[in-house]
């Protein structure tokens, strides 16, 4: 079965403080690998697809990469703004398309 | 096309209770899928249409739920005898067809159920 762990499950940094969110995730075979971002009361909002090991996206202050067992979602210079639940998943190259989840890791923001 | 669009936002239902849930896809999207997101979790999946197709149920979906999307358009999520344990945040997304989907679903907006 596939499973995705995210780390820390809480962070709270100050404005400008860099840092980095891991999600370690198993999966037979990867299709592809999912940031989204969730704002409360809100759907998950996507950021990046990653497809194979090495590869980096980047949005903003948001760079996401990716190895054969865990992404990381760097957040550059964090601003209040960027306060979100960051949400994991990953998609099995077996299935249809079905995502599989992590918790999640609460990022609070303090100006 | 705005994204997709869920009805209502918030519903409020007593135990023992029948609820059915609507979701509007994004138009040109074939794939709808609907997740289940409690507090603190992330969504789970439950069940997965292409057009009109129902193609893969959740062992999640119990023998209350059941979801349909006639014509390939909107789709529905019915629960009936509602259980407390069914209090949670009801998700709907839409994606293109293709092997993958490079900018992954469209989540709408959610609908919460509260079964008191």
């Known amino acids: 079965e596939d499973q995705v762990t995210q780390s820390p499950e809480a962070l709270r940094l100050q404005e400008g403080e860099s840092s980095s969110l891991n999600c370690s995730y198993t999966v037979s075979g990867l299709r592809g690998l999912f940031w989204y971002r969730q704002d409360p009361g809100k759907g998950p909002e996507f950021l990046f697809t990653?497809?194979?090991a090495g590869e980096e996206k980047e949005k903003e202050r948001l760079k996401a990469t990716l190895t054969k067992k865990e992404s990381f979602l760097h957040i550059t210079a964090p601003k209040p703004e960027d306060s979100a639940t960051y949400l994991c998943?990953?998609?099995?190259?077996?299935?249809?398309?079905?995502?599989?989840f992590g918790k999640g890791n609460q990022v609070v923001v303090i100006p | 096309d705005t994204g997709v669009s869920q009805d209502p936002r918030h519903k409020i239902t007593k135990r023992g209770q029948n609820v059915t849930f609507r979701c509007d896809p994004i138009?040109?999207?074939?794939?709808l899928y609907w997740y289940r997101q409690t507090l603190g979790q992330g969504p789970e999946f439950l069940t997965y249409f292409q057009n009109e197709a129902q193609l893969e149920k959740s062992r999640l979906l119990s023998d209350r739920f059941s979801a349909e999307r006639p014509k390939g358009s909107f789709s529905t999520l019915e629960i009936q005898r509602t259980e407390q344990g069914d209090s949670a945040m009801y998700l709907c997304?839409?994606?293109?067809?293709?092997?993958?989907?490079?900018?992954?679903?469209?989540f709408g907006s959610g609908t919460r159920l509260t079964v008191v």
């Open positions: 998943a990953v998609q099995a190259s077996y299935g249809n398309n079905r995502l599989a």
């Open positions: 997304a839409s994606s293109p067809g293709g092997a993958t989907s490079g900018y992954g679903y469209t």
């Open positions: 138009s040109e999207h074939n794939r």
């Open positions: 990653l497809y194979s």
